[in-house]
């Protein structure tokens, strides 16, 4: 537990006058033994607390909100009418990516217990952990900063909310606690981790519940955290919405056109080979908030580069400039994209024509192995 914490949940730093050697927890700054019995039941109540909760989730839950937060039904109705679940899976929380950061890491103004309602939590608050590269707090400021300069952020270049402000999208927007994701690759019978790495861990190190977390940690980051369906989804969340489609005037709905496509099919048989949302508009090596608008020069998407961005190394490698000039997002409507429209409509058109008699054959000949005698019309 962090100085700054244990100030917070115990109360003020203990008085100058205690001395170094009494260590005690029984006995008071005077040396006098305390009330017996209420020292005591503080004792005993502190280890049955501390045996409830497993070490990794004491490591974050220095404040014992899980003492009321691990119950299913906890929940609360807010000011405005709505239903909001208060409940935290304690496993889940354990394995996702936030899991060494305490609750007051996050929940800031959380100063008691029992607190009172709980403020909308600031991404952008400085964590107690300990970026490694440069030795200061960690936050998520560098992120924000992407986010202002790309094609999702609230501002336009002179500092202005644009119209519709409301629309675009926060960090928890798109972000959830996403869970330690295993490797699929690397092992030979099955995803998960590999004992021979670990062990090449216990080596140096001696604590395996720092090995789990760093080694979950880094190979989480090897790959995507998600597959492209779920990226998709995600996406779609807001560019499948009618309503915005139009507010904003974009040319299509951008997840259903996309799976509609090729990369849109595979990826819902959950193949990860196939490229999502982000291989597509966030160039190799930068931040995934820094996406830009196909209008924008610098941007993968735009006309003068997309031939680049299909023809790189994990996509089509010998694909000619020809590949770029399909659209991905393609509407299929007569107004945006005449050309699909009718070559979608003809083969609607020519399936119907090649199946529906076929069927009616079919349909034809199982009637008559059923009723070999049916007479229809009698013979004159």
Not at 52 to 69: T, Y
Not at 284 to 310: F, Y
Request: glycine content about 6%.
């Amino acid at each position: 537990m962090n100085r700054l914490t244990e100030e917070t949940w115990l109360g003020s730093p203990q008085p100058a006058s205690r001395s170094k050697g009494n260590l005690n927890p029984l006995e008071g700054s005077d040396g006098s033994r305390a009330a017996g019995m209420g020292g005591s039941r503080a004792v005993v109540l502190l280890l049955f607390l501390m045996a409830l909760f497993p070490i990794g989730a004491r490591a974050a839950d220095v404040g014992n909100c899980l003492m009321c937060h691990k119950y299913p039904g906890l929940s609360l109705v807010t000011e405005d009418g709505a239903l909001r679940l208060c409940y935290v899976n304690e496993e889940n929380f354990n394995s996702s990516v936030h899991s060494k950061v305490t609750c007051q890491g996050c929940h800031t103004d959380v100063d008691k217990i029992p607190h009172d309602p709980a403020k909308k939590v600031d991404c952008l608050t400085q964590c107690h952990i300990d970026e490694p590269t440069t030795a200061k707090k960690f936050s998520h400021e560098h992120a924000e900063r992407f986010l202002s300069q790309s094609v999702h952020s609230k501002y336009d270049p002179n500092g202005n909310l644009k119209e519709h402000a409301e629309d675009y999208p926060d960090c928890k927007g798109c972000h959830d606690n996403p869970l330690w994701r295993p490797m699929a690759f690397g092992t030979s019978q099955h995803a998960g981790m590999s004992e021979s790495a670990l062990g090449r861990c216990r080596v140096c190190h001696q604590s395996d519940e720092f090995i789990f977390r760093y080694y979950s940690h880094v190979t989480t980051r090897l790959h995507k955290i998600r597959n492209p369906k779920n990226i998709a989804e995600a996406c779609g969340r807001c560019h499948n919405d009618p309503a915005l489609v139009a507010r904003h005037n974009l040319r299509t709905q951008a997840g259903i056109s996309y799976n509609d496509s090729y990369h849109g099919k595979a990826a819902s048989f959950l193949d990860e080979r196939i490229p999502d949302c982000l291989d597509c508009h966030v160039r190799k090596g930068e931040s995934v908030h820094q996406m830009l608008s196909r209008k924008n020069p610098r941007s993968i998407t735009h006309a003068d580069n997309k031939a680049q961005t299909c023809s790189s190394t994990d996509c089509h490698p010998n694909a000619s400039a020809k590949l770029a000039s399909y659209d991905v997002h393609a509407g299929f409507t007569l107004d945006k994209s005449p050309g699909q429209f009718y070559f979608t409509v003809f083969f609607i058109f020519l399936t119907g024509c090649t199946l529906l008699p076929l069927m009616a054959i079919i349909f034809l000949d199982l009637l008559r192995r059923l009723f070999p005698n049916l007479i229809l019309r009698k013979r004159s």
